[in-house]
């Protein structure tokens, strides 16, 4: 079956833009998670929801990042005034949000900031 | 403060051999434990998942130990195929919270023919 997909695989934007990002979970997951990857690191947490709820959102770095999932299912990360630091590989995961804890990664936007 | 380090940023093993990967954690309360790989370009993908009360998980050639007094777990691939080569995350869930990751920043290990 598809796995999970994000759009576009690759941005590129000049400081002060608005983008959005799109993550498309594995049909029936329904826990849904953004991360947010730099050169030589780890994924780092940004936001977990749980159907169409933000379960948890204390990773977001701060109040130009935004995200939605109106129907508990396709997702959409916002970020406002991008900022050169906020380059990174954006990643989105889903799982079925009941009992099973592996998580399910797609391949990831980058987002370049100019 | 808290800190999850895995052993090397890079590691080099002969082909056939078992590499052994490092987990540490401080100041965390795990859940459970999950390791990942990573290839480039590519998301993480999930290899072996090891809960607070367990020692021990195997899946074909790997091998997971998990140590809540050391605070560690250990990542064994055993007869190490240069297929294997990529980068290896562990990833923690603290108790108590929700089931978001908490990632180390990996091991890129490579096997050589």
């Known amino acids: 079956g598809a796995g999970v997909s994000q759009t576009p695989s690759n941005k590129v934007t000049e400081k002060g833009k608005y983008v959005e990002l799109r993550c498309d979970p594995i049909s029936g997951h329904t826990a849904l998670y953004w991360y947010r990857q730099s050169l030589g690191q780890g994924p780092e947490f940004l936001i977990y929801?749980?159907?169409?709820?933000?379960?948890?959102d204390s990773g977001l770095p701060n109040d130009r990042f935004f995200a939605v999932r109106p129907e508990g299912s396709v997702s959409t990360l916002k970020i406002q005034r991008t900022e050169r630091g906020d380059s990174a590989v954006y990643l989105c995961?889903?799982?079925?949000?009941?009992?099973?804890?592996?998580?399910?990664f797609g391949p990831g936007t980058r987002l370049t900031v100019l | 403060s808290q800190k999850i380090e895995q052993n090397s940023e890079a590691l080099n093993i002969q082909e056939g051999k078992t590499a052994t990967l490092t987990c540490n954690y401080t100041?965390?309360?795990?859940?459970?434990l999950q390791w990942y790989r990573q290839d480039p370009g590519r998301g993480p993908v999930f290899l072996l998942l090891?809960?607070?009360?367990?020692k021990e998980k195997r899946k074909e050639r790997l091998k997971v130990t998990f140590d809540t007094t050391l605070k560690q777990s250990l990542f064994h691939i055993t007869a190490s195929q240069p297929a294997d080569s990529a980068t290896y995350l562990c990833a923690l869930v603290n108790s108590g919270s929700a089931r978001q990751l908490t990632f180390g920043s990996g091991t890129q290990l490579t096997v050589l023919p």
């Open positions: 995961a889903s799982s079925p949000g009941t009992g099973s804890h592996e998580q399910f």
């Open positions: 090891i809960r607070e009360n367990e």
């Open positions: 929801f749980q159907g169409t709820g933000a379960a948890d």
């Open positions: 100041n965390y309360s795990p859940a459970y």
